[in-house]
Structure formats: structure tokens, C-alpha cells
């Protein structure tokens, strides 16, 4: 066996080795563009958040024209606007109650929101349900802070 053959033959044992290889490079880099556009995704464009914002100053005239009336609107409109930043950050689900499990696994203060999105369904479906400027208030700082940790206020 001359050189050429040993040359040869080194070559073509190595190169699956360089075929792995290869791929566990481009492999690295796809992974690495889609993670950064996942991440791109997950964050807000200007127009999202200028929505968000002018809807969440909606939600605080209500409040501050304080009747009980204008406080359910107030926590109703919160919960549209907390479901718009969800859904603006992509967060999978059919309902806002989906969209909240997918994102409290990444946000964890999420979970405390989940009792003012259960007041907001209570006050939408009994029209008589009593609602106290406790509660009202309660509510829409939640909403607030949910807000505030997906970076949309």
C-alpha cells in the first residue's frame, strides 16, 4: 500500500466523523437564529406597546371617576389589555385563562393576577355581583403589576 492509498483511506474513515461534525455546527447555529427570533417575538413593537399603554389609560379614568360602575368597566378593560400584552408577546391560547398558564411558567408573579382575571369573569357574568372599592382597587393593581413585569407599562 502506497501513500496515496493511506491518504486515501484516512480520508474516507474520517469523514463521517467530519460529516458529524458539520452538522453539530450548523445544528448549533440554527438553533441559536431561532432561539434569537423566538426571543425578538417575545418582546414588544412600539405600535403593541403604544396600544397597550393608550388602553391601559383608559382603564385608569375609569378609576379615577370611582363609581362602582366605572370601577367594573375599569377591571373589565384591565383584563382585555393584560390579554392583548399576552397575545402581543405570543403566548399560546385559546383564552386569556390559557394564555396566563403558558406565560406563569416565565413571568411568576403572573399567578397572583389570576384572582382579578376570576373577579373580572364574575362581575361579567352576575350583573348584580356587589364589587367593593377594596376589591376594585385590589384588582386593577394586579392587573398594573402584570402589566409591569411583561414590560408593557
Not at 22 to 32: C, D, I
Not at 39 to 47: L, W
Not at 55 to 76: K, N, P
Not at 94 to 102: A, Q, T, W, Y
Request: glycine residues 6%; positive net charge.
Amino acid at each position: 500500500m502506497d501513500f496515496a492509498d493511506k491518504l486515501t483511506e484516512m480520508f474516507f474513515s474520517a469523514l463521517p466523523s467530519i460529516i458529524v461534525g458539520l452538522m453539530f455546527v450548523l445544528g448549533a447555529f440554527a438553533a441559536v437564529f431561532l432561539a434569537r427570533r423566538v426571543v425578538r417575538k417575545m418582546q414588544f413593537g412600539e405600535d403593541s406597546r403604544r396600544r397597550i399603554q393608550q388602553a391601559w389609560s383608559e382603564v385608569e379614568q375609569h378609576v379615577a371617576d370611582g363609581d362602582e360602575t366605572h370601577l367594573r368597566m375599569a377591571i373589565i378593560k384591565a383584563d382585555a389589555v393584560l390579554d392583548m400584552a399576552l397575545q402581543a408577546k405570543m403566548f399560546p391560547g385559546r383564552s386569556l385563562n390559557d394564555r396566563l398558564k403558558f406565560a406563569s411558567h416565565k413571568y411568576r408573579n403572573l399567578k397572583k393576577v389570576r384572582w382579578a382575571h376570576g373577579l373580572r369573569n364574575t362581575l361579567a357574568h352576575e350583573p348584580m355581583k356587589q364589587l367593593t372599592r377594596r376589591d376594585g382597587r385590589g384588582a386593577i393593581a394586579s392587573f398594573r403589576e402584570a402589566l409591569k413585569e411583561l414590560g408593557a407599562l
